[in-house]
């Protein structure tokens, strides 16, 4: 069985706008694309069910995730820095009681 083939939102968009041209056929776009006219048909009908928002994907977009560990990574350095100079003030803190 084939690998199942996946396409980018570009991608999808560009494929539904060169079929809605005059003249055109979706077999005609299948073939010039290497995909099944049926899928371009797919395509159509949810970009006309969901507009701009279509084709989002699943799950957590790779923009977001990224944007979210580089959140958690500055908050865990702040912490660590804190961390940091609260041991380096109570090491000196130490020094000065014992001598």
Known sequence: MPKRRKYSAEFKREAVALANQPGVTKAQIGR???????????????????????FLGQGVARDEELT???????????????LREAATFFASDQKRSTR
């Open 32 to 54: 010039e694309l290497d995909i099944n006219p049926n899928m371009i048909t797919r395509w159509r009908r949810e970009m006309s069910a969901n507009g701009s928002k279509a």
């Open 68 to 82: 979210a560990l580089k959140r958690e990574n500055n908050k865990l350095r702040k912490e660590r820095d804190f």
